[in-house]
Each structure stands twice: as structure tokens, then as C-alpha cells.
């Protein structure tokens, strides 16, 4: 363990943050409590073990160390995510890992209804706060969340920073659905969606597959692939093939902006 580095010192990792993540942020890391870069050296030493072994998806438990936005930056820029489940931090590096495409990903024809009407006013970073707490709220069948307090305050830390940003739907005046996530350079890791109104966080969804199409992304990284992943197109990658993706995206630029005009797709 003597040879270990800490992540800001690893080859590469200092120019791609200073050079692709916005200022604030980049003095945030470099002010970084040293227990928090002690616990990245260990979670990024353990990762380069597990990976190279027979284990197809790595789990890292982290409950000591002091949860913060820089955390969660360093972790994903590595390709390790986190998935907090009971109020502790699990981090995760699937093999495979579930995409979605950024050219030519897939929607459903009920879905292209849908936008054509113009039911739903669609907009970006108006309200990252009511769409995290949204995400949080309680449904049938899922009673528990693993967006905990401690979550929403890194992740609104997060959005101040000009990382997290989140897509709503609108419906007369109130919020009715969105999504939110993290762009690093032309990396975007889609987090959560809800809707208190059918099809609104579906509407959102798509918005932000065009926002990140046109802003020049090159990675949707969706972790791992669920049902509702596939129906727009989504597909599993070697965990391989995913970090050398993940080493060109970060460094690439890209822009999470609202739209000019909406999706079409007649």
C-alpha cells in the first residue's frame, strides 16, 4: 500500500478535471479534506483489484469517510458509481455496463404523440431542487428511496457547481416529472426520473436524450440495463470497452443546454 496515489496525483486526472470541470469546483477539489482523498485512494485501489479479477460487477461499501460532492466527481470520472441503499454509500463498476446511445437511440411512437400535442412544458435547470425531491418521493411498491437527505444536500451542492443539472416537465404551473444528472465533459450519468403525471418523466426523459445528442455528448451511462432503458435503445458494453470510452468522454467538451426547438420526430 505505500505506492498507492492519491487521485488528484494520478497521471492525467489533475488536467482533465482543471481543464473540463468548471472553477468553483476545480478549487473545491484542490481545498479536498485529506480523509476524503485517503477514502478515493482506497476505494480506486480496491476498483483496479476487483476489475482485473473473475468478479463481474464490483460493490464498494463506504459508511466512514465524509460524503461530498468531490467524492462522487472523482468516483464517476473513474467510472465507479454509487447506489446508497439503508443509508449507506455502496459504490458500484458493472460489468457489463448499460448504455444508452446518443445517435439514434429509440422512441416509441405513443411517446412522438405525446410530444406533438405539446402537453407538457419541458425546461432545463429551472428547479433541480423540486425534481431531486421528486425523484425522492415515495410510490406504490417502492415505499423507501435510495435518495436520502445526505444525497440531495451533495447533489444540490453538485447542481451549484454547474455539474448536476435536471430536465422538468411542466403541466399548468406545476412540476409534473423531470430528471436530473451529471455531466463531466461529454460524459452524462443519468441518475432518477419521476412523474406525478403519466408519461411526464418519460417526456423529460427524451428532452434530455436530444439535449445531450445536440450538445455534443458521447457517453449516456445508465449503469445498468432495466426494461425501461432497452425501449429506448439501450445496450450492455464490456466494463473494458466502457473505461475506454469514459477516458475520451471526459476530456471531451459538451454542453447540457436547453433545447432551441423541441425533439421532432416525423
Not at 489533475?14 to 485529506?34: E, T
Not at 441518475?191 to 423529460?204: C, D, L, P, T, Y
Not at 429506448?232 to 467538451?253: D, M, Q
Amino acid at each position: 500500500m505505500t505506492t498507492e496515489r492519491l487521485p488528484l496525483q494520478q497521471p492525467g486526472v489533475k488536467d482533465r478535471i482543471k481543464r473540463y470541470v468548471p472553477r468553483r469546483l476545480w478549487n473545491a477539489l484542490r481545498r479536498g479534506k485529506r480523509s476524503s482523498q485517503e477514502m478515493l485512494s482506497r476505494i480506486f485501489i480496491n476498483a483496479a483489484v476487483a476489475t482485473s479479477g473473475p468478479s463481474r460487477t464490483l460493490c464498494l461499501l463506504y459508511d466512514t469517510f465524509e460524503f461530498t460532492p468531490e467524492l462522487v466527481i472523482q468516483g464517476y470520472m473513474q467510472g465507479i458509481g454509487l447506489f446508497p441503499t439503508n443509508g449507506r454509500i455502496r459504490w458500484y463498476d458493472p460489468d457489463p455496463r448499460g448504455i444508452i446511445p446518443i445517435e439514434g437511440y429509440h422512441v416509441e411512437k405513443e411517446t412522438m404523440r405525446i410530444l406533438r400535442q405539446g402537453r407538457f412544458e419541458v425546461t432545463v435547470d429551472r428547479d433541480f431542487a423540486g425534481v431531486i425531491r421528486g425523484c425522492a418521493e415515495p410510490k406504490p411498491g417502492r415505499e423507501s428511496t435510495f435518495i436520502t437527505r445526505a444525497f440531495i444536500d451533495v447533489y444540490l451542492q453538485l447542481h451549484s457547481m454547474g455539474v448536476a443539472h435536471s430536465v422538468e416537465a411542466w403541466q399548468d404551473g406545476y412540476l409534473v416529472g423531470g430528471v436530473f444528472g451529471l455531466a463531466l465533459g461529454a460524459y452524462f450519468i443519468g441518475e432518477s426520473q419521476f412523474h406525478r403525471v403519466s408519461n411526464a418523466g418519460k417526456i423529460a426523459f427524451v428532452y434530455t436524450l436530444e439535449i445531450l445528442r445536440r450538445g455534443g455528448f458521447q457517453i449516456h451511462d445508465a449503469f445498468w440495463l432495466s426494461q425501461h432503458i432497452a425501449q429506448f435503445g439501450g445496450y450492455e458494453i464490456p466494463r473494458e470497452e466502457f473505461k475506454r470510452r469514459l477516458a475520451r468522454a471526459v476530456v471531451t467538451p459538451a454542453t447540457f443546454a436547453p433545447l432551441d426547438e423541441p425533439p421532432n420526430f416525423s
